[in-house]
């Protein structure tokens, strides 16, 4: 063989192998139990050295699609709803309880007919969650939901959202219910407070903006918040090719954006300081995405970049 050949085959071998993806000896193994339908997941997703624990997101086999994340009294609970059809972005809608350091699932808790997306959850405690559904929210009382007696009456009061008002994510900020819309419109992009005490005094009925304490604008394509002990405002925006975490300052503008890993929704802050993701990535619904990261992880803020 010539030297010309041989040139020819080592170059060719090289493109023949496959990229070694940034930092991926970086990432620890996903703790909880890994879905049927993933061989392995993606390894060198954005900010990967700020990431220091993964659990494989429940569900995932019988078509969930992880949405909404809340951190409450020492466990994670994760909002999903059920479909494998990329046309098809509404189903049955499940929560599920999480044990944060063994990534066990400790209960599931399926949400009335009417819920078909479950976009966002919010711990309002105590023993209290808020599910947001695009068009409506739900307050639940999470030791009814995850009884083994059974769940009856674990869906305690329920609104419906009119006029400019949409559910796509929530969180509460310790006096008021923040809620979200995702839009591709920066005009219509915008984040509402909401009073508690509507779930008392409107209970199935409809609120609109006229309802909210105040609101602010939102950067596009959000899909989760959370406010962190100072009180600043994280949102994230993704989609099928990027995951994005923006921190804003009260003014309103961005004060600092980090690439996390694509197809991230809901964000939550545990009582550490530490801000916990999931992404929806590798859902069977989203299979095809070129990253594979059905995970709940858990990120340093303090090592983004």
């Not at 819309?181 to 219509?188: G, T």
């Not at 199935?204 to 604008?217: I, K, L, M, N, Y």
């Amino acid at each position: 063989m010539s030297l010309r050949h041989v040139r020819r085959w080592w170059c060719a071998g090289l493109l023949a192998l496959p990229a070694l993806a940034p930092g991926q000896d970086t990432l620890p193994q996903p703790l909880g139990v890994r879905p049927a339908h993933i061989g392995a997941f993606s390894t060198g997703v954005a900010n990967h050295q700020a990431i220091d624990r993964l659990i494989w997101a429940p569900g995932l086999d019988d078509g969930y699609v992880p949405q909404g994340l809340a951190w409450g009294e020492g466990a994670l609970y994760l909002s999903a709803y059920r479909s494998t059809d990329p046309k098809v972005d509404r189903g049955p809608c499940r929560l599920f309880r999480i044990d944060p350091d063994s990534g066990a699932p400790l209960g599931q808790f399926d949400l009335p007919a009417d819920c078909g997306h479950a976009g966002g959850l919010a711990w309002v405690g105590p023993g209290t969650l808020v599910v947001a559904d695009t068009r409506r929210l739900y307050r639940v009382d999470v030791q009814r939901a995850f009884s083994s007696d059974g769940a009856a009456g674990a869906v305690t009061a329920s609104l419906a959202l009119g006029g400019e008002l949409r559910g796509s994510f929530a969180d509460f900020e310790g006096q008021a219910l923040f809620i979200g819309r995702y839009d591709k419109d920066a005009a219509r992009s915008r984040g509402h407070w909401l009073p508690l005490n509507l779930f008392d005094t409107h209970d199935g009925a409809t609120v609109d903006e006229r309802h909210a304490v105040r609101g602010r604008a939102l950067p596009v394509l959000a899909q989760g918040a959370a406010f962190d002990r100072d009180g600043v405002l994280w949102v994230t925006s993704s989609g099928s090719q990027f995951g994005r975490v923006t921190r804003l300052a009260a003014a309103g503008d961005a004060d600092a954006a980090f690439e996390l890993p694509t197809g991230s929704e809901d964000i939550a802050f545990d009582d550490a300081g530490r801000l916990w993701c999931v992404s929806e990535a590798g859902s069977l619904r989203w299979r095809h995405w070129r990253e594979r990261f059905p995970l709940l992880f858990r990120l340093n803020p303090g090592r983004l970049r």
